[in-house]
């Protein structure tokens, strides 16, 4: 059975840090592409970061410069780092894999975590 565990999240203050980690189990996703997305209260879903299995990263412009996204393959694992975060980045984050190598939207995503909660303050 595959499962996606996020985890690192939590409160923070606007220009702090935070790093998120995702790890797959039940399968290898060294094939695959692994995002996160974030969904903040009454807005839809939204991509934040993909990397594929080239360890090439794409992001979203809101978090371009910020944040960067890392594997380990060899544990199955994709990581956020978050820098100078902002109040608008608050947010559950989510990890997701996708076998689609420019995949970005969520319905290309088939396997999805349960989230975990980043919240900044100003």
């Known amino acids: 059975q595959v499962q996606l565990v996020e985890s690192g999240g939590g409160l923070v203050q606007a220009g702090d840090s935070l790093r998120l980690s995702c790890a797959a189990s039940?399968?290898?996703?060294?094939?695959?592409?692994m995002g996160w997305f974030r969904q903040a209260p009454g807005k839809e879903r939204e991509f934040v970061a993909a990397?594929?299995?080239?360890?090439?990263?794409t992001y979203a412009d809101s978090v371009k410069g910020r944040f960067t996204i890392s594997r380990d393959i060899a544990k199955n694992t994709v990581y956020l780092q978050m820098n100078s975060l902002k109040p608008e980045d608050t947010a559950v984050y989510y990890c997701?894999?996708?076998?689609?190598?420019?995949?970005?939207?969520?319905?290309?995503?088939?396997?999805w975590g349960q989230g975990t909660q980043v919240t900044v303050s100003s």
């Open positions: 990397i594929d299995w080239y360890s090439f990263g």
């Open positions: 039940g399968r290898s996703f060294s094939s695959y592409v």
């Open positions: 997701a894999v996708a076998n689609y190598r420019r995949a970005i939207r969520p319905d290309e995503f088939g396997y």
